[in-house]
């Protein structure tokens, strides 16, 4: 997954410390590969993802739409040249003000998962259009969802009816079946509770226009094309299962699956022991870890591709681990990571399928350390 | 927690957003109880806890030592007036430049677990002395460690010896019980270790010198000076039964108990909902969480007080989550927090002992959000 041009830029850059390098090519064949997948629905990049400037500007180049979490996400989308009419503001968790500023920016679209969210949105958004956001059980994801996001469907109704009664526009309804979903069952039984929520409001006259399949397409399916299409086509079989053949217009918030594999991370091994002489497996720490930007191998959750110069050597278990004086910086220890005997500090490793939630997640600065510096090529 | 001057402070300054306010006095007054809790120890402030130039520079001038986890920090402590031989380089994992580096600004104290990291030592570090770190078993701490630190304490002999095989001073030996270490045995524990690594290497001539018994004091002993004082005293007595009358130079590294309860964090309710009519605790969701400097509630471990201006109300419990679009953003489910049944959308909540690992654990940008502002006063 590390690109010729990321190897060159490496190559010729010899950057020091750890950095990320993100290939805009890949992030263009992934946006393409979503539009041939699912020719039938908007295209908006979870930001949060990675808000890189150049990310931002290709995307909008390539007509993407954007899924933002705050408005600080918002002004980076106008600034990378989407209109205000190709952005959400996807978080479900908005202070009043900040609705109000993004109502001023031009922002007409805005997620909700209760009645006291469609009032903030009620009084200082008038008018715009809410869609809500419905609770799955995540089964069958690598990184599954809590509880935090969404209702029950039946309270999703309420919330829906609520907003129409405010004179918002009732739009739709969204889930995320939770990242890296491979389940295609998972998206059934979320389409035909989304299913449910429409047909109940139609009774009442509230007719939803939109659903929001969030993200949680699986990087690996992107790559292979045919089975990209096979799912685009499950989903397209679930929507005519649960919608009949008044299919909804339909929207996905792609993050890790647009940007996940198009970055890596290098690194360097800054120490290699062993904690008493008899221990089977090594320690290996490298020069980043939780708080350097690996955030999510937290409960050892993603378990990134490591490369190395000596790959072709025998192979032994680690404990891997960052640099930082924190006992819980510890990337793999309760699945010991596979690295080569001849590994030596010093070496250089690359960290694959970190251009997704790696940059914004590192830390001020704890340890002293500086943040994951970033190069977009 | 909150202090007058704190609380003086907030209400005066109306800061926007989450921020932590430090209140210095309190820093001084755990500077004072350490030294009489511990008249015998030097005192080494574990700078990463909390890296504020204020709180470092007031340190500073009241005498105390600096453990530090990188150049930057050594930096950070030069700056705020401490001499090189004031500091100490105790991280256990560091790139050969960086001990370079620090060899150049005149620190000459450094940490070591392995024979691997004595040779990078040795090589750029020439004649500086070393203490090598030895593995506890954590048992009683609130915040575990791991086995990231440190070697078992037969394997430390052979650390020192090498050390001084390659004419570095083999100074002493350093272990950490854990944090908020409550059981007074793990001192004992630990002290018995550094004893016979002593006894083992006097018997070839390798006179070690100093303990390093790190942090992990509790803050509530501080409060209660007898407490401390007979904490002082536990200690004492177990470095005279494992010592003898030969008790060595001993350091201490508090960081959580010398700045934790001298910060609170004031945050804002930003949404109160549930997911299901039917459901019996409330989503009470702040404008801080995991990633904007409540990293330590991580897996529950550490549970903040927290100050609502209606807790004379009736109380009832909630999950307690942070703003942002990530499900992982939780900061207590699985014991849900009680907090007053009138808590309402808007209200600020004071987070109190929130002065340590707050500030440098927030993210650069997590979501678009900004990182965690702190005052000093």
Redesign the interface.
């Known amino acids: 997954m590390a690109t010729q041009r990321i190897l060159d830029f490496l190559a010729t850059r010899r950057p020091n410390g750890p950095c990320l390098v993100v290939d805009l090519d890949v992030v263009r064949d992934n946006f393409c590969a979503f539009e041939k997948a699912l020719p039938d629905s908007r295209i908006f990049y979870?930001?949060?993802a990675n808000?890189a400037p150049e990310i931002l500007r290709l995307l909008a180049s390539l007509g993407s739409s954007f899924d933002?979490?705050?408005?600080?996400?918002i002004e980076?989308a106008l600034d990378a040249g989407a209109t205000a009419d190709r952005i959400s503001y996807?978080?479900?968790?908005?202070?009043?003000r900040d609705i109000a500023r993004a109502f001023d920016l031009g922002i007409r679209l805005f997620a909700v998962?209760?009645?006291?969210?469609v009032e903030?949105v009620a009084r200082v958004a008038p008018g715009a259009r809410v869609f809500c956001r419905v609770?799955t059980d995540g089964e069958g994801a690598e990184w599954?969802?809590?509880?935090?996001?969404?209702?029950?469907p039946?309270?999703a109704v309420?919330v829906l009816r609520h907003a129409h009664g405010l004179d918002l526009e009732a739009y739709g309804v969204s889930f995320h079946v939770g990242s890296q979903q491979t389940d295609l069952t998972a998206w059934d039984r979320a389409l035909a509770d989304a299913g449910r929520v429409f047909a109940t409001l139609a009774e009442e006259g509230i007719v939803l226009k939109m659903v929001n399949m969030g993200g949680g397409f699986p990087t690996r399916y992107l790559k292979d094309v045919p089975a990209a299409q096979a799912y685009g086509q499950a989903i397209f079989g679930a929507l005519r299962r649960h919608f009949g053949n008044r299919i909804p217009e339909t929207i996905v918030e792609p993050g890790r699956g647009m940007v996940g594999n198009a970055g890596v991370i290098k690194s360097?091994v800054?120490?290699?022991?062993?904690?008493?002489?008899n221990d089977n497996v090594r320690?290996v720490?490298l020069?980043i870890g939780k708080?350097g930007g690996l955030?999510e191998t937290?409960d050892e959750a993603i378990r990134y591709p490591i490369v190395t110069g000596r790959d072709h050597d025998q192979m032994a278990p680690c404990v891997l681990?960052g640099?930082?004086?924190?006992?819980?910086?510890?990337l793999y220890?309760k699945t010991p990571y596979p690295l080569p005997l001849t590994l030596t500090?010093?070496d250089e490793v690359l960290i694959e399928g970190t251009g997704a939630y790696t940059?914004?997640?590192?830390?001020?600065?704890?340890?002293?350390?500086?943040?994951l510096r970033s190069y977009v090529i």
Chains 1, 2 share one sequence.
């Open positions: 979870a930001v949060k808000p933002t979490a705050s408005v600080a996400e980076m996807g978080n479900t968790i908005k202070k009043e998962d209760c009645v006291e969210e903030k609770l599954p969802l809590s509880r935090k996001f969404g209702c029950v039946t309270m309420d360097e800054v120490l290699i022991s062993k904690k008493a002489d320690w720490y020069d708080f955030a937290m681990a640099p930082t004086c924190d006992s819980a910086d510890v220890e500090i010093g940059t914004t997640y590192a830390s001020v600065a704890f340890n002293g350390f500086e943040p």
